[in-house]
């Protein structure tokens, strides 16, 4: 069974830190870009960074850039969100998902909450 399994979630104060982890298995992603996206209360899910297949290819959300990092490991197995200087707008759930060429975001994971207050 292949899942997406996020964690590291949690309640933080504004200008804390919180580091996402998106472990994936039942195969293998090494194919696959890796995405974090975020939907708050009332509010459509957004994108928020991606990164492709090699590493080397990384896009981020304007709302995030010079704080959030996306990375993944070597095996592929897990993809990281390190999120600094956390402001109350970045509430939300975070989700992680798999993207392939025509399939898409066929992969996601079940979302883990960051609360973050002012």
């Known amino acids: 069974q292949v899942q997406l399994a996020e964690s590291g979630g949690g309640s933080v104060q504004a200008g804390d830190s919180l580091r996402l982890s998106c472990t994936a298995s039942g195969r293998t992603f090494s194919t696959y870009a890796m995405g974090w996206f975020r939907q708050a209360p009332g509010k459509e899910r957004e994108f928020v960074a991606i990164?492709?297949?090699?590493?080397?290819?990384?896009d981020y959300a304007d709302s995030v850039k010079g704080r959030f990092t996306i990375s993944r490991d070597k095996a592929f197995r897990t993809t990281s969100l390190q999120m600094n200087n956390l402001k109350p707008e970045d509430t939300a759930v975070y989700y992680c998902?798999?993207?392939?060429?025509?399939?898409?975001?066929?992969?996601w994971g079940q979302g883990t909450q960051v609360t973050v207050s002012s």
């Open positions: 998902a798999a993207w392939a060429a025509g399939t898409g975001y066929k992969y």
């Open positions: 990164i492709r297949p090699g590493g080397g290819n990384i």
